[in-house]
């Protein structure tokens, strides 16, 4: 229109419909508002969860440096370029890194801050009262009408106080309401323990996230290899491998000790598709709560753990510990005792690594392997035929050098590198293998010294765990499967019945049913109700004719009525609608 100026609608001014908006600025409080909204949404919780999912992937690609250092400084060794750059991303210490740490946080506030506003709001409605009574009940998903014949002298008032006992003996929190008017009704509704459950759900999510937090700042676990005869203390230095949380203190550490008195494998014998199989691992053990407690024997075995000083200790191998006497070439002993080897085969076939970094004038060193039940096969070559040790025997190759161990660098026990040693024995050389059975001596070529192969002993490979907060992870866990449980199959619902009495004196009662959300089983409800109401007002009355009088009428007693039985030319409404005419949101 002609005439407006520039601080018109369409002027210059920016407000028009082709200037610029212009949007408020926030300000400090107000973005802080913002953020703190956005972290708290469900959609970023979620967000958050599959991103630290994501977030642990690398924990499985690199080696980690808490469980396995020598590792990591084998990998940065080879991987001189790419390195120290994986390091300073801290992908070798995934878990405890800054980026994974931070994920973690923003998860958990996330969550307390989707929490806690629901909380309130459930406590709110469920002090508040059931929704107000539809002026349409007929509108509603599942709709019923009765007529109670006039000679059961009930009134509308009191007929509405009896259907509220009894959907109060439901399950129902109730509200009578209009009993002055001529229609009168009532308002129930139950299923707030979905929502109870949801919330349970959780808020004992958090708590596990808590409890691992926990575990992870003060647990620690621990490998110990224990032979037959010998004792584990529990101190840093009596572990083979150890594994602190991040506020870990030695202070932790309760002061039991272990001794391993014998150890026993029971094999099958019988079967003979499984013969020499394993069947039952037994560790017997004697137990020390204290350096001053009395001593008591404890039975180890698989799957059924020891728990001692708030540690649990399982058992998760065991195997052979060939006992080895070494002597150097001046005659003094080098080594001498049980050596542990690693189990190959079900047969126990067992790698074998001996190291005497004390011989003298030369370190001396051996690789080979032990044989329970030593046998030849065609080719000549050894073997072990059973896994109970019948026909023991030592095959060895034999090495002098500089074993590596004065370094400071830490290395395998169980791998002996060989590339800057001497080999002396071995089936390439003149001077053969080494091949002892029990009680033999061997003297190495050169007067480099001797082994002898003094017995055998089994020993047990112990994984010990600390976590002081395992209890209430539990106990969280099995909360929140239960709060899921009760939001998947629990369900909300609301029930309104409205009386009225009909111009001939009967009382006419409608009901409708309506559900918060997806439930399958609001028929079978409605069922119940009217199955309820039936049994109160009409059990063992005839069938009632209606005169079709009055605003009220509804059909004979025993017939259930649809919002289309009723109406056959309206449609049903909309959801928005149905919501506003129930109160649903309220």
Known sequence: MPGRGKGGRNGAGGKGRGGDVQLPSLGPLGTLRWAWTQLTSMRTALFLLLLLAVAAVPGSLFPQRPANPAVVTQYLKDNPDTGPWLDRLQLFDVY???????????????????????AKA?????????????????????????AVPASSGLTAAAAVKEAAQMLRKRGYRVDVRDLDTDRPSVGAERGFAKEIGNLVFHTALIGVLICIAVGGLFGYSGQKVVVEGESFVNTLVGYDSFTPGTSFTEQQLAPYSLTLDK?????????????????????????????????????????????????????????YAPVVTVRDGEGNIA????????????????????????????????????????????QGVSYSGDPDPINPQLNLNAYYGDLGLDDGVPSNVYVLDTEDLTEINSRNLDAGGIVLGVNETYELPDGKGSISFDGIKRYAALD?????????????ATLSLAGLAASLFLARRRVWVRTGTHADGRIMVEYGLLARGEDQRLATE??????????????????????????????????HMTDRDEEPGASADSNAAQEKETGKDS
């Not at 405890?96 to 629901?118: K, T």
């Open 335 to 378: 080594l001498q005792g049980p050596v542990v080897s690693v189990p190959s085969d079900g047969m126990y076939t067992s790698l074998m690594v001996i190291k005497a970094p004390d011989a003298k004038p030369d370190q001396l060193g051996f690789v080979g392997f032990f044989l329970p039940t030593a046998m030849l096969d065609e």
């Open 526 to 559: 409605a069922a119940a109700v009217r199955d309820l109401l039936q049994k109160q007002w009409l059990a063992g009355a005839g069938p009632v004719e209606d005169n079709g009088a009055g605003g009220t009428s509804a059909p004979g007693a025993g017939q």
């Open 464 to 476: 010990i765990h600390y976590d002081p907060a395992k209890i209430w992870v539990l106990t969280f």
């Open 96 to 118: 405890s890194s800054v980026w994974f740490s931070a994920i973690y946080l923003l998860l958990f506030i996330s969550l307390i801050g989707c929490v806690i506003p629901r």
């Open 122 to 146: 459930h406590y709110r409605a469920m002090r508040s009262k059931p929704p107000r009574t539809p002026k349409r009940l007929s509108r509603l998903p599942e709709y019923g009408t009765l």
């Open 263 to 319: 150890f026993s494998v029971r094999f099958d014998r019988e079967s003979p598709t499984h013969y020499g199989q394993p069947l039952d691992f037994t560790a017997d053990m004697t137990v020390k709560e204290s350096p001053d407690a009395a001593e008591h024997t404890e039975t180890l075995k698989v799957n059924a753990p020891l728990t001692i000083g708030g540690s649990r200790v399982y058992l998760v191998g065991n195997g």
